[in-house]
């Protein structure tokens, strides 16, 4: 297979007062997206307020190298749940280091996208925004194992 690298370039970050990945309770964590100035003007996000969430694709930048996984590992380090492929699980410790979480838009001021439920840190690179379509939501019944239902259960609240 041949092999091409990309560079990307943020086109934001994350100002939240979470500075640290804890696993949960993400939706108390107020959270924007600060586009960069050099990059864009506020049109960039003209019409993203009439959408109730946005997709956002974001760099796990403090990831160290040793850290990432490329096979299995139990989820959070949780013994009691399955070994589980690391394309199978959505933690941090990615290959690529790229994060995707669905938010809700509580307004758009300027150049600043304000959020609920963004489960990234203080000072995360944004790669992407994305408004969420229902045309691009999954078509027909969604599966998942009870583990996974499990790890969720404090995630977002």
Known sequence: ???RNFVLHPIGT?????????DDGWDAVPARIELD???????????LDSF?????VFLFDQVPDEKIERGARHPRG???????????QRGK????????????VLKVDGLSLHLEGLDAIDGTPV???KPVMEGFAPRGETAE?????????????
């Open 14 to 22: 994350v100002r939240s007062a979470r500075s640290e990945p804890i």
């Open 145 to 157: 194992p009870a583990w996974a239902q499990e790890l969720m259960r404090g995630y977002w609240v």
């Open 93 to 104: 410790n990615r290959p690529n280091r790229i994060g995707v979480t669905v938010c809700r």
């Open 78 to 88: 949780n013994k009691d749940w399955p070994l589980i492929g690391i394309f199978a």
């Open 127 to 129: 790669l992407d925004i």
């Open 37 to 47: 100035p050099d990059q864009f003007a506020p049109e960039a996000l003209f019409g």
């Open 52 to 56: 109730s969430h946005a997709e956002i």
């Open 1 to 3: 297979m041949t092999q």
